[in-house]
């Protein structure tokens, strides 16, 4: 079965960086797209990052463009989100997901089909 275990979230200061990593099982990981969301306390789950099968296009959400890098290793079945001079704003529950084939675009959530359960990110100030 299809699953997705993401780790690396933690508690920093304002400014700190940490490397999330979301590991893949049960599928043919190196022929789909990946995303990662994020949701904060009372509010939607928002698009943050895209990286196409072969990690030959990215694509981010203006609020972390710049300071968050995605990136995959297919030989390892794993998908990372490296996030530096994080923000107070940044915390978050993030999640990794595995677009669907049935296409539509790769920041609405819904055109996703399976998702990791989160890893909590906290940025203090």
């Known amino acids: 079965q299809v699953q997705l275990v993401e780790s690396g979230g933690g508690l920093v200061l304002a400014g700190d960086s940490l490397r999330l990593s979301c590991a893949a099982s049960?599928?043919?990981?190196?022929?789909?797209?990946m995303g990662w969301f994020r949701q904060a306390p009372g509010k939607e789950r928002e698009f943050v990052s895209y990286?196409?099968?072969?990690?030959?296009?990215?694509y981010y959400a203006d609020s972390v463009k710049g300071r968050f890098t995605i990136s995959r290793d297919n030989a390892k079945n794993t998908v990372y989100l490296q996030l530096n001079s994080l923000k107070p704003e940044d915390t978050a529950v993030y999640y990794c997901?595995?677009?669907?084939?049935?296409?539509?675009?790769?920041?609405?959530?819904?055109?996703?089909?399976?998702w990791g359960q989160g890893t909590q990110v906290t940025v203090s100030s």
């Open positions: 997901a595995r677009l669907s084939r049935a296409g539509g675009s790769f920041t609405r959530s819904v055109n996703y089909d399976y």
């Open positions: 990286i196409l099968w072969s990690g030959g296009s990215t």
């Open positions: 049960g599928y043919s990981f190196s022929t789909y797209n």
